[in-house]
T-cell receptor, first 113, second 114 residues
Framework: AQSVAQPEDQVNVAEGNPLTVKCTYS??????LFWYVQYPNRGLQFLLK??????LVKGSYGFEAEFNKSQTSFHLKKPSALVSDSALYFC???????????FGKGTMLLVSP | GAGVSQSPRYKVAKRGQDVALRCDPI?????LFWYQQALGQGPEFLTY????????KSGLPSDRFFAERPEGSVSTLKIQRTQQEDSAVYLC????????????FGPGTRLTVL
C-alpha cells in the first residue's frame, strides 16, 4: 500500500518570504512524486514531478521540490512567496508500474501581504 | 479543447436518483482516471481506463457506481440510487499513457445529494 502525509493543515507566510510545504510518503517500490495546486472551485493544476535523476525538481510559477530518499520526503519550496500563491496544495505518489495516484489530505497555503 | 472538460459542473440530486457525469479528456490521451474528492480531503482513486478498457475499478465504493469509455475517448461515471454519502467533487484526469506521464485534471463535478 502507498500513502502520503502532509503534516500541516495550513502554512502561513508573509509575501516575499520563503515557503515550504511538507510531504512525506510511503511506498513499496520506486516512487513517482507529484505536486498539484487547487484554487477554489477549480480542478487540480500540475506544478511539478519527480521521476528519476536530479533530486531537485523545478516546476511552474517558481516552485521547486527536493526528493530525499532517505527521509522519504518531497517538500515543496519557493524562495519568495506571492499573495497569489495562496491555495490548497496536494502531494501525490505513484509506484512504477501502477497508474493510481495516492494523494495527501492537502495543505492550505496562506500568503499575507 | 486544450484541457480536460467535465459536465455538468454542478449537480443536485435527490436521494435515490441516478446521475451521469461526463468527462472529455485531452485529445490523444490514452489513459483516463476518475477520482472522488470529499470535502476537506484529497482526491481518492475510483477507476482507470486505458483506451476503452477499464483496467482498474478497485476504488469504486459500491456496485451503484459504474464507469464506461466505450470509444476510448469520452467517459461517463454513473451513480445509481444516489445516497447522501455520495456528495463530493468528482474529478476526471487524463494522461498520454500509464508510464510516468502526468495526469491532467478537469475542473470537476460537484455532486450534492439531498
Amino acid at each position: 500500500a502507498q500513502s502520503v502525509a502532509q503534516p500541516e493543515d495550513q502554512v502561513n507566510v508573509a509575501e516575499g518570504n520563503p515557503l515550504t510545504v511538507k510531504c512525506t510518503y510511503s511506498v513499496s517500490g520506486n516512487p513517482y512524486l507529484f505536486w498539484y495546486v487547487q484554487y477554489p472551485n477549480r480542478g487540480l493544476q500540475f506544478l511539478l514531478k519527480y521521476i528519476t535523476g536530479d533530486n531537485l525538481v523545478k516546476g511552474s510559477y517558481g516552485f521547486e521540490a527536493e526528493f530525499n530518499k532517505s527521509q522519504t520526503s518531497f517538500h515543496l519550496k519557493k524562495p519568495s512567496a506571492l499573495v497569489s500563491d495562496s491555495a490548497l496544495y496536494f502531494c501525490a505518489v505513484r509506484v512504477r508500474g501502477y497508474s493510481t495516484l495516492t494523494f495527501g489530505k492537502g495543505t492550505m497555503l496562506l500568503v499575507s501581504p | 479543447g486544450a484541457g480536460v472538460s467535465q459536465s455538468p459542473r454542478y449537480k443536485v440530486a435527490k436521494r435515490g436518483q441516478d446521475v451521469a457525469l461526463r468527462c472529455d479528456p485531452i485529445s490523444g490521451h490514452v489513459s483516463l482516471f476518475w477520482y472522488q474528492q470529499a470535502l476537506g480531503q484529497g482526491p481518492e482513486f475510483l477507476t482507470y481506463f486505458q483506451n476503452e478498457a477499464q483496467l482498474d475499478k478497485s476504488g469504486l465504493p459500491s456496485d451503484r457506481f459504474f464507469a464506461e469509455r466505450p470509444e476510448g475517448s469520452v467517459s461517463t461515471l454513473k451513480i445509481q440510487r444516489t445516497q447522501q454519502e455520495d456528495s463530493a467533487v468528482y474529478l476526471c484526469a487524463s494522461s498520454l499513457d500509464r508510464g510516468a506521464d502526468t495526469q491532467y485534471f478537469g475542473p470537476g463535478t460537484r455532486l450534492t445529494v439531498l
